[in-house]
């Protein structure tokens, strides 16, 4: 059974930090390119930051300098250390593993950062 189980979201003040997960079973993680994208109220669904199966990132600008996207292929695991957190940021975070056909989304993880 494929399932992506994000960890790590929580209620943090302003320039605070948190580091999410992103875990992973059911299939061969390792081949897979990795995509966090979040979610705010009444927003469409947004891509934060990529990791190809190589372990190439990419960003979005408005998280660039702040956020970090990483993986660790051993533990079936994807990580994005966000720092520098603004009340913007403030959404449901998904993790969204995709290879070809093959795609699979987390239920999600909401962060909240306060003012």
């Known amino acids: 059974q494929v399932q992506l189980v994000e960890s790590g979201g929580g209620l943090v003040q302003s320039g605070g930090s948190l580091r999410l997960s992103c875990s992973a079973s059911?299939?061969?993680?390792?081949?897979?390119?990795i995509t966090w994208y979040r979610q705010a109220p009444g927003k469409q669904r947004e891509l934060v930051a990529a990791?190809?199966?190589?372990?190439?990132?990419n960003y979005v600008d408005f998280v660039k300098g702040r956020f970090t996207i990483s993986r660790d292929n051993a533990k079936n695991t994807a990580y994005l250390q966000m720092n520098s957190l603004k009340p913007e940021d403030t959404a449901v975070y998904y993790c969204?593993?995709?290879?070809?056909?093959?795609?699979?989304w987390g239920q999600g993880t909401q962060v909240t950062v306060s003012s």
């Open positions: 969204y593993a995709a290879l070809m056909k093959n795609r699979y």
């Open positions: 059911g299939f061969s993680f390792s081949i897979y390119a």
């Open positions: 990791i190809t199966n190589g372990g190439s990132t």
